[in-house]
Protein backbone atom coordinates (compact mmCIF):
# COMPACT_ATOMS: atom_id res chain seq x y z
CA UNK A 1 0.00 0.00 0.00
CA UNK A 2 1.85 3.14 -1.03
CA UNK A 3 2.03 6.37 1.62
CA UNK A 4 -0.60 8.13 -0.61
CA UNK A 5 -2.93 5.43 -0.30
CA UNK A 6 -2.58 5.33 3.67
CA UNK A 7 -2.85 9.06 3.97
CA UNK A 8 -6.00 9.58 2.41
CA UNK A 9 -7.63 6.42 4.67
CA UNK A 10 -6.73 7.99 7.72
CA UNK A 11 -7.96 11.15 6.29
CA UNK A 12 -11.46 9.73 5.61
CA UNK A 13 -11.19 8.03 8.99
CA UNK A 14 -10.83 11.31 10.48
CA UNK A 15 -13.82 12.89 8.69
CA UNK A 16 -15.71 9.98 9.58
CA UNK A 17 -15.16 9.97 13.69
CA UNK A 18 -15.54 13.73 13.21
CA UNK A 19 -19.22 12.93 11.39
CA UNK A 20 -20.11 11.05 13.73
CA UNK A 21 -19.24 13.29 16.48
CA UNK A 22 -21.18 16.12 15.05
CA UNK A 23 -23.81 13.98 13.95
CA UNK A 24 -24.27 13.01 17.60
CA UNK A 25 -24.51 16.51 18.97
CA UNK A 26 -26.55 17.29 15.87
CA UNK A 27 -29.59 14.86 16.55
CA UNK A 28 -29.70 14.54 20.47
CA UNK A 29 -29.90 18.66 20.10
CA UNK A 30 -32.61 18.31 18.06
CA UNK A 31 -34.38 15.68 19.10
CA UNK A 32 -34.67 17.81 22.73
CA UNK A 33 -35.32 20.99 20.65
CA UNK A 34 -35.62 21.16 16.94
CA UNK A 35 -35.41 24.83 17.26
CA UNK A 36 -32.39 25.03 18.89
CA UNK A 37 -30.13 23.05 16.52
CA UNK A 38 -28.71 25.13 13.48
CA UNK A 39 -26.49 23.63 11.63
CA UNK A 40 -23.31 20.96 11.60
CA UNK A 41 -20.33 21.00 9.11
CA UNK A 42 -16.84 19.62 8.86
CA UNK A 43 -13.82 21.98 8.34
CA UNK A 44 -9.98 22.14 7.57
CA UNK A 45 -9.42 21.33 10.90
CA UNK A 46 -12.47 19.20 12.65
CA UNK A 47 -16.25 19.95 12.91
CA UNK A 48 -18.48 22.24 13.97
CA UNK A 49 -22.34 22.29 15.16
CA UNK A 50 -24.35 25.31 15.52
CA UNK A 51 -26.84 25.25 19.01
CA UNK A 52 -28.74 28.68 18.68
CA UNK A 53 -29.87 30.74 21.67
CA UNK A 54 -33.18 28.78 21.84
CA UNK A 55 -31.11 25.91 23.16
CA UNK A 56 -31.98 25.87 26.90
CA UNK A 57 -28.26 25.08 29.25
CA UNK A 58 -29.66 21.78 29.88
CA UNK A 59 -30.07 20.85 26.70
CA UNK A 60 -26.86 21.86 25.35
CA UNK A 61 -24.57 19.99 28.22
CA UNK A 62 -26.46 16.61 26.86
CA UNK A 63 -26.00 17.56 23.43
CA UNK A 64 -22.43 18.14 24.04
CA UNK A 65 -21.72 14.75 25.66
CA UNK A 66 -23.51 12.95 22.84
CA UNK A 67 -20.23 13.85 20.67
CA UNK A 68 -17.90 11.97 22.27
CA UNK A 69 -20.25 9.11 23.00
CA UNK A 70 -21.42 8.83 19.37
CA UNK A 71 -17.53 8.86 18.46
CA UNK A 72 -16.86 6.04 20.61
CA UNK A 73 -19.93 3.99 20.55
CA UNK A 74 -20.45 3.67 16.65
CA UNK A 75 -16.53 3.90 15.97
CA UNK A 76 -17.22 0.48 14.52
CA UNK A 77 -19.63 1.35 11.82
CA UNK A 78 -18.47 1.20 8.50
CA UNK A 79 -18.19 4.82 6.54
CA UNK A 80 -19.61 5.55 3.39
CA UNK A 81 -17.46 5.66 0.28
CA UNK A 82 -15.82 8.58 -1.14
CA UNK A 83 -15.21 8.76 -4.94
CA UNK A 84 -12.02 9.99 -6.09
CA UNK A 85 -13.35 13.38 -5.17
CA UNK A 86 -12.28 15.53 -2.81
CA UNK A 87 -14.96 15.67 -0.24
CA UNK A 88 -16.58 18.60 0.26
CA UNK A 89 -15.74 21.16 3.96
CA UNK A 90 -17.83 23.86 4.95
CA UNK A 91 -14.93 26.26 3.04
CA UNK A 92 -15.89 24.56 -0.15
CA UNK A 93 -20.02 26.39 -0.18
CA UNK A 94 -20.44 28.98 2.53
CA UNK A 95 -19.52 32.97 2.15
CA UNK A 96 -16.55 34.07 3.10
CA UNK A 97 -17.53 35.97 6.01
CA UNK A 98 -19.30 33.13 7.51
CA UNK A 99 -16.42 30.62 6.92
CA UNK A 100 -14.20 33.71 9.02
CA UNK A 101 -17.08 33.33 11.96
CA UNK A 102 -16.85 29.54 12.07
CA UNK A 103 -13.07 29.68 12.29
CA UNK A 104 -13.11 32.16 15.03
CA UNK A 105 -15.72 29.99 16.67
CA UNK A 106 -13.98 27.08 16.50
CA UNK A 107 -10.38 28.41 17.44
CA UNK A 108 -11.77 29.77 20.65
CA UNK A 109 -14.37 27.05 21.40
CA UNK A 110 -13.38 24.41 24.26
CA UNK A 111 -12.70 21.28 24.50
CA UNK A 112 -16.52 19.46 24.33
CA UNK A 113 -15.90 17.91 28.18
CA UNK A 114 -14.22 21.21 29.35
CA UNK A 115 -17.40 22.80 28.26
CA UNK A 116 -19.63 19.94 29.54
CA UNK A 117 -18.13 20.01 32.94
CA UNK A 118 -18.39 23.84 33.42
CA UNK A 119 -22.42 22.99 32.54
CA UNK A 120 -22.70 20.96 35.26
CA UNK A 121 -21.04 23.29 37.71
CA UNK A 122 -23.57 25.86 37.29
CA UNK A 123 -21.79 28.57 38.49
CA UNK A 124 -21.46 26.41 41.78
CA UNK A 125 -17.65 25.46 42.14
CA UNK A 126 -18.01 24.96 45.79
CA UNK A 127 -20.57 22.52 45.79
CA UNK A 128 -18.98 18.95 44.43
CA UNK A 129 -21.48 17.09 45.11
CA UNK A 130 -24.64 18.85 43.40
CA UNK A 131 -21.99 18.68 40.17
CA UNK A 132 -21.32 15.09 40.56
CA UNK A 133 -25.14 14.43 40.73
CA UNK A 134 -25.60 16.63 38.14
CA UNK A 135 -23.21 15.58 36.01
CA UNK A 136 -23.72 11.57 36.68
CA UNK A 137 -27.44 12.40 35.54
CA UNK A 138 -27.10 14.38 32.40
CA UNK A 139 -24.19 11.98 30.92
CA UNK A 140 -27.13 8.87 31.62
CA UNK A 141 -29.29 11.50 30.02
CA UNK A 142 -27.45 11.78 26.87
CA UNK A 143 -26.27 8.22 26.42
CA UNK A 144 -29.51 7.31 26.80
CA UNK A 145 -30.81 9.47 24.29
CA UNK A 146 -27.99 9.27 21.46
CA UNK A 147 -28.47 5.03 21.99
CA UNK A 148 -32.03 5.11 21.33
CA UNK A 149 -31.13 7.78 18.42
CA UNK A 150 -28.18 5.51 17.07
CA UNK A 151 -29.78 4.87 13.46
CA UNK A 152 -30.56 8.76 13.11
CA UNK A 153 -27.33 9.42 14.28
CA UNK A 154 -25.51 7.00 11.62
CA UNK A 155 -27.88 8.09 8.85
CA UNK A 156 -26.86 11.97 9.72
CA UNK A 157 -23.14 11.26 10.23
CA UNK A 158 -23.57 9.64 6.17
CA UNK A 159 -24.76 13.08 5.07
CA UNK A 160 -22.23 15.13 6.73
CA UNK A 161 -19.14 12.90 6.57
CA UNK A 162 -20.24 12.81 1.83
CA UNK A 163 -21.75 15.97 1.81
CA UNK A 164 -19.74 18.25 4.19
CA UNK A 165 -22.48 20.05 6.36
CA UNK A 166 -25.76 18.98 8.17
CA UNK A 167 -29.00 21.12 8.27
CA UNK A 168 -32.40 21.03 9.75
CA UNK A 169 -34.00 20.20 6.86
CA UNK A 170 -32.02 17.12 6.42
CA UNK A 171 -34.12 15.47 9.07
CA UNK A 172 -37.06 15.07 6.87
CA UNK A 173 -34.88 12.34 5.07
CA UNK A 174 -32.97 11.29 8.75
CA UNK A 175 -36.35 10.60 9.80
CA UNK A 176 -37.99 9.24 7.31
CA UNK A 177 -40.90 12.45 7.30
Known sequence: MSKKHINKK???MKRWKTSLHE???????YLLNPDGVGKAGLTANGGVTLFLPTMCKTHLAIA???GAWGE???STVQAPTLGRKKPPLVEDFTPVETVQKLRVACDTAE????AFAKMCLLGNEACIEDYVSRRVGLEYQSRDLA???????VLAAKILFTTGEL????????LGN
Open 72 to 74: QSL
Open 23 to 29: ASHFIVG
Open 10 to 12: AEQ
Open 147 to 153: GRARREI
Open 167 to 174: RRTDMKTI
Open 111 to 114: NDMV
Open 64 to 66: TFA
